[in-house]
């Protein structure tokens, strides 16, 4: 392992040239103009895998964007097999003024690389590269065996991939996913992202009359379909923060002592100072952070309906619309929930009003992998190694589909290893990643490899 790290030591200006060239091309998914691009950007991978000596790589066309598969299987049928998962497409970088360097040419300022994709994803996709070129260079081999995918489409969805997943599993299949897309809670304090939240939604209508009222002929006649809708919404959460949705909380996998010790000692977030909010609120019998990360809300997005221009007009609207969502955790099936809203909703529907519901098709389970699974404890001491501090353990009030879909179809462990910081600007102007995270976290890779090895 020794040899692996001096040769990281030794390349890290090369590293950085070569990751500078990656995130020149300008590889924005949802831009047909940059269609080129993308493909430049996906051979960049195929290329760089097959010069590191991986025994296969290729793109692999889809009906969008194409993804680069990468595989090296020679560790033996014995030694677990990795399916390393990122994306090779970027947002696009707009707005471009507010840019201080271009973003399609990188810069190193103050220890940060600027570049749209030195985060999210690129810069943490090339980590995972010149690991394995790293690997490969010096000992002529892999500690296990590795599969690559790496997509052009999760800035616009993930169109394609579970498709894919669903038609080619023999050729993703693996023991472990192994995703660095996220970050850390703070720079230099190593983060172990081990659950997200699912999600489902739905969109409920109010209507009353057939056009707007007056409010003096018809007041006290007519139901005012808006006010009808705050007395709807109102009887989905009580003043304790509690859902009050018959079943809501059914199959909520309860939160264990030994999570909610390590969600204290996880850093908190100061929720006033940080989003202006006058204070802090949560579920009773739950911290604000436990709330956010691990136990299940009902949000409304968007309320909308009659009279919104200036001053008075004095009507009885003749509908009102809301738009809800829930995050959920696991346990919650996200259809089940969306019947459940839909039932309550039908039940508790004011009289003099009628009451019509659209459900959001997109829906996530939750994800979550135990915090002493030996695949985790071991991100969690490679991070201690290599960054001097003890790692946390977080869940994330977040949803990211594609983890879901590898529990979902190949009913594996995904780890969430990231090395982002909060300072990154995802998907914003000045986007960076602190090169010093860059190679701690490739020396995070290679202990983290060495100690899965060995774990047999
Ligand atoms: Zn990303």
């Not at 790692?391 to 969430?416: C, H, K, N, T």
Request: some cysteine; charged content about 25%.
């Amino acid at each position: 392992m020794k040899e692996v790290l001096d040769y990281l030591e030794k390349t890290q200006t090369t590293h950085l040239e070569e990751l500078k060239q990656f995130l020149h091309i300008p590889s924005v998914s949802t831009d047909s103009n940059h269609k080129e691009d993308i493909r430049k950007a996906a051979q960049f991978v195929a290329d760089y895998l097959k010069e590191a000596g991986f025994t296969r790589s290729e793109m692999q066309e889809t009906p969008g964007h194409p993804l680069v598969y990468g595989e090296w299987m020679e560790a033996g049928k014995s030694a677990p097999t990795v399916l390393i998962y990122g994306h090779y497409d970027v947002q696009p970088p707009d707005p471009l003024d507010q840019w201080q360097s271009e973003p399609f040419a990188p810069e190193v300022r103050e220890g940060r690389l600027f570049a749209r994709g030195a985060s999210d994803d690129k810069g943490q996709v090339f980590m995972h590269l010149a690991v394995l070129k790293a690997f490969l260079k010096t000992t002529g081999e892999l500690p296990l065996n590795v599969k690559v995918c790496i997509e052009g489409e999760e800035e616009i969805g993930s169109a394609h991939l579970y498709d894919i997943l669903q038609q080619r599993k023999e050729q993703f299949q693996a023991d472990f996913v192994m995703i660095s897309d996220s970050g850390m809670v703070a720079k230099d304090q190593p983060t172990i992202l081990y659950g997200l939240k699912g999600f489902t939604g739905l969109e409920v209508t109010l209507k009353g009359p057939e056009n707007d009222l007056h409010s003096g002929l018809y007041g006290g006649a007519v139901k005012n379909p808006a006010m009808a809708l705050a007395q709807l919404l109102a009887t989905m959460k009580n003043a304790e923060e509690v859902v009050t949705v018959a079943g809501f909380y059914d199959e909520v996998e309860p939160l264990s002592e030994d999570e909610r010790v390590l969600m204290k000692e996880a850093p908190g977030e100061d929720y006033p100072t940080s989003t202006g909010a006058p204070s802090t609120i949560s579920e009773k019998g739950y911290t604000a952070k436990e709330h956010t990360m691990a136990r299940p809300t009902l949000e409304i997005n968007g309320m909308y309906s009659g009279y919104q221009g200036e001053g008075t007009k004095t009507i009885i609207p003749a509908e009102a619309t809301a738009k809800l969502t829930c995050r959920l955790v696991p346990g919650q099936d996200p259809s089940a929930i969306q019947d459940l809203l839909v039932a309550h909703l039908e039940k508790h529907v004011p009289e003099g009003v009628t009451l019509s519901i659209t459900r959001e098709p997109l829906s996530a389970k939750a994800y979550k992998v135990s915090p002493d699974h030996p695949l985790i404890q071991h991100a969690a001491a490679s991070l201690t190694e290599t960054f001097a501090k003890e790692a946390v353990f977080v869940r994330m009030g977040g949803s990211i589909p594609v983890v879901e879909w590898f529990d979902a179809l190949y009913q594996i462990p995904v780890v969430l290893l990231g090395f982002g910081t909060p300072e990154d600007r995802l998907h914003s102007p000045n986007e960076s990643f602190p090169v010093e995270h860059f190679h701690k976290g490739m020396q995070t890779l290679v202990h983290y490899w060495e100690k899965v090895k060995n774990m047999q």
